[in-house]
């Protein structure tokens, strides 16, 4: 039986798209982009065949895509919302989760180590249906007999083999034929792959393309070679031809700085010009092959140039492992002018505490944990240059008992209190006492516009941050004399193991100041709280 692992690498189709055809289900046929202010965050594939890309500007889209429909993201607390991305992606991934080992690697993507299953299922199935199964006479008896064996046919019959055929004719319907344990296994991912993609459709409506290999290398290389809605599967012995005739800045990890410090030092190479080849332009793999680790210590430390000299040749042996839940939760806001009262940096970080608390809450429920601290990250002008700073604020707020109970007293209060209309007179300067720069929407971003109501738990949290998040500021900044366009609001959480931390809480039972103990069981670890 073989030892090498099959890992499945999902990623979700133009994902941010289809959540906002699934929201906007009167988009159905239209070509439809996700606007953010005056840029594009995501475009479809229709969009994508006219040439409509990221990052252009509406006026640029629409001339080259006059029927574009542009849907706007949520605008909550006069700030660009992605919630909705957020719940789509976690109920996705709670599919996935249940095939293998999962690891998340981005919102709209995911690696699945399959290997227990994919054997489990070559041991069930001792005679290999090769030309049988992909005719549609025979279904092998892990597939289930529920109405979707027909739709899993079409979906592992069209499955791309890389190096098998040309793109016209490369998939398991013309007779290609695994010779190799390692081979015969990836057959096995490929159909888990495309039960997989079934099961994320049928629970919630979204598509995905799927890549199926030994590493993850090439496992992420094949989700991304056939799109959209397809799947790729990489026979051991296609491996290093496909890489080597690669693009270097496509590769995975190597697209950003890593990449060009490479494409660099294979520049300052004296003999590489001598052994240069061109695809479109552009630098491929082949032409660093020739790179010693010698000469890639030159640029890299040795741990990376070995690991680098053995990543070109496709040699990649990270592990799918389980991150579990994030290790924070962030709310950020830049502005285009600098806030230079209290008032308006009071308002901002409240905005910020309103969704964080929301946030706070919401993991609390589905991961049983509390976080750590609050950290304030600020861009601030000093001097007259633009520094950005962050300072953590001390524990992070909990919900009391106490703060529910004066959170009511105060709304009664309020509600027994004669109604007093305030005027505030829109001023040109910012930071005029009392005035609350609520933006003026138009167009897309009206529509997008979108009033949330705060539960009792969630006001409590939230003006608690507030309250602490404010105290560091002045702190650090003042009451006066700063500039300030960037807020950041972070929640830390504890991941460490074994760790015994110090922290100062309120007592959730009584509110009083007393000295407790708190055992967290699901983070394994102890917290000493001073109430």
């Keep these: 039986m073989s030892s090498q692992p099959v890992i499945i690498h999902a990623d979700l189709d133009a994902f941010y798209t289809q959540v906002e055809r699934l929201r906007h289900p009167e988009l159905k046929d239209k070509p439809i982009a996700v606007q953010q202010w005056n840029g594009l965050i995501a475009v479809d594939y229709h969009c994508k065949r006219a040439g409509v890309g990221r990052f252009m500007s509406i006026k640029e889209a629409k001339a080259a895509l006059p029927e574009l429909v542009c849907v706007h993201v949520d605008v909550i607390n006069e700030k660009a919302s992605l919630e909705p991305y957020r719940q789509a992606s976690r109920a996705i991934l709670d599919v996935m989760e249940s095939y293998g080992t999962f690891e998340r690697a981005s919102i709209d993507e995911a690696y699945l180590d399959v290997t227990k299953l994919a054997k489990a299922r070559s041991e069930r199935v001792q005679a290999y249906h090769d030309q049988a199964y992909v005719t549609g006479e025979v279904v092998p008896p892990e597939m289930g007999d529920d109405g979707d064996d027909a739709w899993l046919k079409t979906a592992v019959a069209s499955t791309h083999v890389i190096g098998h055929g040309s793109d016209d004719d490369d998939c398991l319907a013309t007779r290609w ?22 099961a994320v459709y049928r629970q919630t409506g979204y598509v995905c393309s799927a890549g199926v290999a030994h590493n993850k290398l090439f496992a992420k290389m094949g989700s991304a070679s056939h799109k959209p809605s397809q799947q790729s599967l990489f026979p051991t012995s296609s491996c290093r031809t496909f890489l080597s005739q690669s693009p270097l800045r496509k590769v995975p990890l190597l697209g950003g700085k890593l990449g060009k410090r490479l494409e660099t030092l294979y520049w300052n190479l004296a003999s590489a010009k001598e052994h240069y ?11 660093c092959l020739g790179m010693t680790i010698a000469q890639l210590e030159q640029e890299f430390s040795g741990d990376t140039a070995l690991w680098l000299h053995s990543y070109l040749r496709g040699q990649d042996d990270r592990a799918v492992a389980s991150k579990g839940p994030p290790r924070s ?3 950020a806001k830049s502005i285009s002018r600098w806030v230079t009262t209290l008032e308006l940096v009071e308002y901002w970080i409240n905005n910020l505490a309103r969704g964080l608390a929301k946030r706070i809450l919401d993991d609390q429920q589905r991961h049983d944990r509390w976080p750590k601290n609050l950290v304030l990250s600020l861009r601030v002008r000093r001097q007259g240059q633009p520094k950005d700073l962050s300072r953590s604020c001390g524990s992070m707020p909990r919900v009391t008992k106490r703060g529910l109970q004066d959170l009511q007293s105060r709304t009664e209060t309020e509600a027994k209190a004669p109604k007093e209309t ?3 007179e829109a001023k040109t300067e910012l930071g005029t006492a009392g005035y609350r720069p609520r933006r003026e929407y138009t167009g897309a971003a009206a529509d997008a516009h979108v009033e949330i109501t705060l539960s009792p738990e969630e006001t409590v949290l939230s003006n608690a941050i507030v309250t602490t998040a404010m105290t560091c500021f002045k702190k650090e900044c003042g009451t006066s004399g700063f500039q300030v366009n960037r807020f950041s609001l972070f929640a830390n959480f504890d991941v460490s193991k074994a760790s015994k931390e110090v922290c100062v809480c309120l007592c959730v039972s009584c509110g009083c100041a007393c000295v407790c103990v708190c055992v967290c069981v699901h983070m394994s670890f102890y917290y000493f709280s001073l109430s």
């Design 329 to 331: 939760l962030l709310e």
């Design 422 to 424: 305030v005027q505030y």
């Design 277 to 287: 080849q061109t695809k479109d332009s552009k630098l491929l793999v082949a032409d």
């Design 177 to 198: 034929v695994p010779t190799t344990e390692d081979d015969q296994l990836l057959f096995y991912g490929a159909l888990i792959a495309a039960e997989v993609r079934l």
